[in-house]
């Protein structure tokens, strides 16, 4: 069963910048094209950045320019570096492999790491 384990938010001043890592197990991690996504109150959650098992990168408008997505195979983890941080990135951000995809519809889901921006 794939497990995912998400790390690395807290609470951090409009402007500033957090990294966060997901740990991935119980899977061939290196062949699946990987997401972060985030869900705030009230609110679905949402794909913001995703990263092809090639390395091909891509990201929500709403985060672009500022967000971005890396992994490191070796260490079957994918990490997303979030700068210029704005209250409206508030939000449990969590990852899994892309919608549609085997890995993803086994509905498995991490804890997530909470992510605050607020002065």
């Known amino acids: 069963q794939v497990q995912f384990v998400e790390s690395g938010g807290g609470l951090v001043q409009p402007g500033g910048s957090l990294r966060l890592s997901c740990a991935v197990s119980g899977t061939i991690f290196s062949i699946w094209a990987m997401g972060w996504y985030r869900q705030a109150p009230g609110k679905q959650r949402e794909l913001v950045a995703h990263i092809m098992s090639g390395g091909t990168t891509n990201y929500a408008d709403s985060v672009k320019g500022r967000f971005t997505i890396s992994r490191d195979n070796a260490k079957n983890t994918v990490y997303l570096q979030m700068n210029s941080l704005k209250p409206e990135d508030t939000a449990v951000y969590y990852c899994?492999?892309?919608?549609?995809?085997?890995?993803?519809?086994?509905?498995?889901w991490g804890q997530g790491t909470q992510v605050t921006v607020s002065s």
């Open positions: 899994n492999a892309l919608p549609g995809s085997r890995l993803y519809q086994q509905g498995a």
